[in-house]
Structure formats: C-alpha cells, structure tokens
C-alpha cells in the first residue's frame, strides 16, 4: 500500500499468510444487535506462526488483516458444530460449492 511493504505499512513482526477462514454465528443477537462469532482457520504458511520458541503449542493474541478473495454462503453445515467444521469443513467442498452459493468475488 502507498509502495510500502506489509511491515513499514504495519511495523514489525508482521506476517501474509494466505489463509481459508470459516465463521459462524454462535447465538441469537443481543439487546444492542451484536452476534457472537466463532471461527476457525487452515493455512499453509504455519511456520510464520509460531513466534520463536520450540514449545509445541503457543497462544497468539493479534490483529487480522483480511482481504477476502472468495466468500460462499451455505445452510449445509447448520448443526454440524465446530469441530466437525474444523476436520471437514475445507474438504467438503461441494458441500460449498453445490448447496451453497458464490456471495462474493473480488475483481
């Protein structure tokens, strides 16, 4: 952006990582109109994740940079909870793709 790379834009350390998201609303509204959302995340980039350590597992508290590329929209999975959608829900693509429907392409 303005000829600037991602870390003199955002400063360092920081990361692109082409990722597949998948969200879903985990309830009904609240008083003030809000939804809660739970997601989950696949990449292949994952050694840009672990932020120098040789632990196994590490929690990261960040910012999201998102720019979608694809975005479907489905009822397929509805009931299916989270943990099926983080096992399946990347494989199962013509659940997305034939009981879905394409609801955003960037140009």
Do not use: C, Y
Not at 23 to 39: L, N, R
Not at 72 to 99: M, Q, T
């Amino acid at each position: 952006m303005f000829g600037l790379d991602h870390e003199a834009f955002l400063g360092k350390p920081t990361w692109h990582l082409p990722i597949n998201l998948i969200v879903q609303q985990a309830g009904d509204p609240d008083s003030e109109g809000h939804i809660k959302v739970t997601g989950i995340f696949q990449t292949t980039m994952g050694e840009q994740l672990m932020h120098g350590s040789d632990n196994t597992h590490q929690l990261v508290l960040a910012d999201a940079f998102i720019r979608p590329r694809l975005v479907f929209e489905s009822n397929a999975f509805r009931g299916d909870g989270l943990a099926h959608l983080a096992i399946n829900g990347f494989v199962e693509r013509n659940k997305w793709l034939h009981e879905g429907r394409l609801l955003f392409e960037r140009q």
